[in-house]
T-cell receptor, first 112, second 115 residues
């Protein structure tokens, strides 16, 4: 069964304290892995797409990496405005009905 | 840029009532989808469409209907509301199709409570 699991469920950090969020997946035919940020009361906002193992993408304090089994979202020297829920989604399958499966997210809180 | 617009933002229904959640996008995207988001369960796909006149079921389609008469609009209909349908509903669109792995653009959601 295709599955996407994110850990931890919640993470509290001090401002400037770097850490990583994990997204592990078990799917057939990975076509892409997406990271989104979701603020309270808002829809998810796209951050990155990763297509193959070894690929990395960076944006400001965020860096996403991908292996054959998992992806990491590294947050370097976070600021309070980085507080949000981070969602991982995997697109899998080779037909026109390829599935997009979301993880349940990691709630990140950065204390000033 | 409006992006993906969902209406209403909040709605309270009684069990058995029906209603339509509206979704419109102005990016000329072919792919549109509806998700529900429940605590601890992530986003689950209800229905999706790869173009006008084409719709298909997602992971949790029971109790919901969709149609796609234009590229811009993708309404979601609750046929007979049940308390289990209390959730936050998100509409999304993408420039890709089912084959293409393009990111989705999301609306800000409709918060629906069924009493």
């Amino acid at each position: 069964e295709d599955q996407v699991t994110q850990s931890p469920e919640a993470l509290r950090l001090q401002e400037g304290e770097s850490s990583s969020l994990n997204c592990s997946y078990t799917v057939s035919g990975l076509r892409g892995l997406f990271w989104y940020r979701q603020d309270p009361g808002k829809g998810p906002e796209f951050l990155f797409t990763l297509y193959s193992a070894g690929e990395e993408k960076e944006k400001e304090r965020l860096k996403a990496t991908l292996t054959k089994k998992e992806s990491f979202l590294h947050i370097t020297a976070p600021k309070p405005e980085d507080s949000a829920t981070y969602l991982c989604a995997v697109q899998a399958g080779y037909s026109s009905a390829s599935k997009i499966i979301f993880g349940s997210g990691t709630r990140l809180s950065i204390r000033p | 840029n409006a992006g993906v617009t969902q209406t209403p933002k909040f709605q309270v229904l009684k069990t058995g009532q029906s209603m339509t959640l509206q979704c419109a996008q102005d990016m000329n995207h072919e792919y549109m989808s509806w998700y529900r988001q429940d605590p601890g369960m992530g986003l689950r796909l209800i229905h999706y469409s790869v173009g006008a006149g084409i719709t298909d079921q997602g992971e949790v389609p029971n109790g919901y209907n969709v149609s796609r008469s234009t590229t811009e609009d993708f309404p979601l209909r609750l046929l007979s509301a049940a308390p289990s349908q209390t959730s936050v509903y998100f509409c999304a669109s993408s420039s890709g199709t089912g084959y293409s792995n393009q990111p989705q653009h999301f609306g800000d959601g409709t918060r629906l409570s069924i009493l």
